[in-house]
């Protein structure tokens, strides 16, 4: 089975949690789902390193030291598992296309994010809003 790693960032703002989503680039993609960011691990490489170094890759957030397993998700059609690592980051990080994989990197509201994410992948969002409380 692929598997894929990424991570699940949030932030706490005035106006509620907000996560980093991507969307990846090309015609192909325009009207592609959301996803977090997320790749396939290097040879050799754990989850986690896979994950933070994608982040970092497609986003140019650097994810916080401390990252919680959310567990992974297998994709109905392809069958591709997508491992997830979820971290808080400061109000203050911002994120921008840093590939040429992605043409959108940006925090968004939870609820924004559910109508926009990869339907397989709202499982994340949901295991997000159990452990974390509403501001």
């Known amino acids: 089975m692929k598997q894929s790693a990424g991570t699940l960032l949030y932030r ?12 990846a680039s090309g015609n192909y993609n325009k009207k592609a789902a959301w996803s977090i960011p997320k790749g ?15 982040t970092l890759e497609e986003t140019g957030v650097v ?23 979820a971290g808080e980051v400061p109000i ?3 994120a921008s296309p840093a590939s040429w994989e992605v043409d959108q990197a940006e925090f968004l509201p939870l609820e ?6 990869h339907p397989d992948q709202k499982a994340f969002l949901d295991r997000l809003a159990e452990v974390v409380p509403k501001p």
């Open 12 to 23: 706490r703002t005035p106006r509620g949690l907000e996560v980093l989503l991507v969307h």
């Open 40 to 54: 396939k691990p290097d040879p050799g490489e754990e989850l986690e390193q896979a994950a933070r170094r994608e």
């Open 63 to 85: 994810a916080p030291e401390s990252l919680t397993p959310f567990g992974s998700i297998v994709y109905t059609k392809s069958r591709k598992q997508i491992h997830c690592f």
């Open 92 to 94: 203050t990080v911002e």
């Open 112 to 117: 924004e994010a559910r109508k926009k994410i």
